[in-house]
């Protein structure tokens, strides 16, 4: 069982935007910035976006983050193949003293 | 270029020892953090500890405390990841990544930009 909760899968068809949750608690969400990883099959995690909505140099502008109490989004417009890839948001708990993890959202491009 | 570098793949019967190697190279190796994150097949990503290049300080997972061990050798810009007393549910691979930290309104903000390839640990009778 992760700390951090997403749904387990997302599904959209090309063009489509689509969003992926990610939902924590104080001690964590609450109080440090989430990031997001991407991880395409049989690769090792990218970072995706840091800093609750911050994208690192080379990550298109389809991709974005908020952030909003507890709970964190990512969003992904304009759905292209290639973005079929499972996706993680993490964040560090201040009660663990440790990262956590979102157990890990598989998106699936229709 | 600025990268991790891990060791290859390696099979322990249970109740051995493992110990991965990450390799840093293009960047000052002593500047940031290392930390080491866990992936089961078919399963999520596990964070297990942290370790400053620079100190040698380092913090555990609680779930791997007393098992997990990570050291440096500055002189290679190498890290370690030594994991003891395996057991089957301990394969997986295993990747080192780097950690940046930022501050902004006083509020520091931290993640991972750096990822080795991984390193896939098989632990099997």
């Known amino acids: 069982q992760s700390v951090l909760t997403q749904p387990p899968s997302a599904s959209g068809t090309p063009g489509q935007r689509v969003t992926i949750s990610c939902s924590g608690s104080?001690?964590?969400?609450?109080?440090?910035?989430v990031n997001w990883y991407q991880q395409l099959p049989g690769t090792a995690p990218k970072l995706l976006i840091y800093r609750n909505n911050q994208r690192p140099s080379g990550v298109p502008d389809r991709f974005s983050g908020s952030k909003s109490g507890t709970s964190a989004s990512l969003a992904i417009s304009g759905l292209q193949s290639e973005d079929e890839a499972d996706y993680y948001c993490a964040a560090w708990d201040d009660s663990l003293n440790g990262w956590v993890f979102g157990g890990g959202t598989k998106l699936t491009v229709l | 270029q600025v990268q991790l570098v891990q060791s290859g793949a390696e099979v322990k019967k249970p109740g051995a020892s493992v110990k991965v190697s990450c390799k840093a190279s293009?960047?000052?190796?002593?500047?940031?953090?290392i930390n080491w994150v866990r992936q089961a097949t078919g399963q999520g990503l596990e964070w297990m500890g942290w370790?400053?290049?620079?100190?040698?300080?380092?913090g555990y997972a609680q779930k791997f405390q007393g098992r997990v061990t990570m050291t440096r050798n500055t002189s290679i810009s190498t890290a370690y990841m030594e994991l003891s007393s395996l057991r089957s549910e301990d394969t997986a691979v295993y990747y080192c990544?780097?950690?940046?930290?930022?501050?902004?309104?006083?509020?520091?903000?931290?993640?991972?930009?750096?990822w080795g390839r991984g390193t896939l640990v098989t632990v099997s009778s």
């Open positions: 293009g960047y000052t190796f002593t500047s940031y953090d």
């Open positions: 370790m400053n290049p620079n100190s040698g300080n380092t």
């Open positions: 104080s001690s964590n969400i609450g109080s440090n910035t």
């Open positions: 990544a780097r950690e940046l930290r930022g501050y902004s309104s006083l509020k520091g903000y931290w993640y991972f930009d750096l």
